[in-house]
């Protein structure tokens, strides 16, 4: 059977469900069945039957081919548009509007967060009202990238433009089960997903990446960047750990606008500071400058005295003004891990939590990565380690760690030293016990600053 008889046949069958006795059919006086056409009744080009057939000579690709008549227009846009509808799911988002978010998060919420958050909601108000380029929101579940992607939909969709919003899971289910008994084929529903002049991909990077998925995705992606077509994404990874091709696209300065949002889970507002999720700084609250001592009252020689009040000011200072690097270093409880702890308090404050973690539970975090149960790769989690803002590392020490756990710190070091990126480093080794990579890198004078804290350990008094 051609295609055309196929079509022809659909036709056939869809006027016969529309001229059915529950709907259209209308009896008159000789018993004759009158059928409802999908047309206009008084349209001059149809006459009411709703197709007609272009006369193109025999050999022209559009040879014998039925197209819905214009009097069918805005019929056919309503429909299409209800279809996006169901496919969008929105019915379920109608609430999330621009006028019900929280620009400025939580109360208490730390200022560079809210700021961000602010950011993002301008932004986001500002595409929804323009449409123009290319709208990427990545941040952490929860902190409400869904809420200003549906924003930009129900905004859209009330202004009368033809919108798609979907999750990119949900996006492949759609296509898939266009092979089997949908209303459009695949290539029509592929086609009316590229060009849909609003496309809205919610949660991107969950999807099955396999290779059929994996092309699919491009191929709506490389065609909307090739055209400009209004698309916003939404994202909770980030952008090293997207396809290469789609990376290079969705990068381009010139056509997208990258927002990133900070804020904490706004569900689930356990730690509304915003600390990295690695971070143990939570845990170290009440160290701080305020309740550190100086041990005065103890019976300790001058020296070492003056040596503790030196490293409290550095540490206060470096606080103040991050920069470089800064080791700590003294025999066990001398007080390292309490002044890098009000390091972090202090920068926390400010509105700049830092991550902080002992060396111990970094290369647990790491090799936590391999199992196949987990949520991130190796090298997503590293990226995070290694290029965050104020890294303090706690409890340093490579003497008995295996080939794998050195060449891991040794990497972080090397990447953190190059960029010069501020970090405080607790340690009770010496320089024998530490890997010579390591320690000639601390002893640059030009990026870091050695401190000596010899005092005993503190007992509590």
């Known amino acids: 059977m051609t295609k055309n008889e196929k079509t022809i046949r659909k036709i056939r069958k869809d006027i016969e469900k529309a001229g059915s006795k529950t709907n259209d059919e209308q009896e008159n006086p000789g018993g004759a069945r009158q059928v409802k056409f999908p047309g206009k009744p008084d349209c001059p080009i149809c006459k009411g039957i709703g197709y007609l057939r272009r006369d193109l000579p025999v050999g022209h690709p559009d040879f014998g081919k039925i197209e819905p008549c214009p009097c069918r227009a805005d019929e056919i846009t309503q429909s299409a548009k209800s279809r996006l509808f169901r496919m969008s799911s929105l019915d379920a988002l109608i609430n999330l509007r621009f006028d019900n978010f929280e620009k400025r998060g939580h109360l208490g919420m730390a200022k560079h967060q809210a700021d961000s958050l602010e950011n993002a909601f301008n932004q986001a108000l500002n595409f929804a009202n323009n449409r123009q380029g290319w709208l990427l929101i990545l941040g952490r579940y929860g902190c409400g990238k869904t809420h200003l992607a549906a924003s930009i939909a129900n905004h859209a969709i009330e202004a009368g433009v033809s919108t798609l919003f979907i999750t990119v899971p949900d996006l492949l289910d759609w296509l898939r089960y266009a092979y089997t008994g949908s209303e459009l084929s695949f290539e029509e529903r592929f ?45 909770n990874l980030p952008t090293n750990d997207f396809e290469g091709r789609i990376r290079s696209r969705i990068q381009d300065p010139n056509l997208v606008t990258v927002v990133k949002i900070l804020a904490p889970d706004y569900r689930n507002p356990v730690d509304d500071i915003g600390h990295p999720e690695l971070s143990t700084l939570s845990l170290h609250s009440r160290q701080t400058f305020g309740s550190f001592s100086l041990r005065q009252n103890e019976k300790l020689p001058a020296q070492d005295l003056k040596d503790l009040k030196h490293a409290f000011e550095v540490a206060r200072q470096y606080a103040e003004h991050p920069h470089g690097w800064l080791v700590l270093t003294g025999p066990y409880g001398c007080g390292k891990t309490h002044l890098a702890a009000a390091i972090g308090n202090y920068q926390t404050g400010l509105g700049f939590p830092p991550l902080m973690v002992s060396v111990p539970d970094l290369l647990d975090h790491l090799r936590a990565t391999f199992s196949p149960t987990s949520p991130v790769s190796l090298d997503r989690r590293f990226e995070e380690v290694r290029t965050t803002r104020l890294l303090i590392l706690d409890d340093l020490g490579t003497q008995s760690a295996t080939p794998w756990a050195r060449e891991k710190i040794y990497q972080l070091f090397n990447y953190r030293y190059n960029a010069e990126l501020p970090t405080v480093i607790t340690t009770a080794n010496t320089e024998e016990e530490l890997d010579p990579r390591l320690y000639s890198r601390m002893q640059d004078e030009r990026l870091c600053k050695v401190v000596v804290i010899p005092v005993p350990a503190y007992r509590g008094k």
């Open 191 to 235: 086609e009316e997903i590229r060009e849909i002049p609003l496309l809205i991909l919610d949660d991107f990077g969950t999807q099955n990446a396999t290779n059929w998925a994996q092309e699919k995705i491009f191929q709506i992606i490389n065609h909307r960047y090739v055209n400009q077509l209004p698309t916003v994404v939404t994202s």
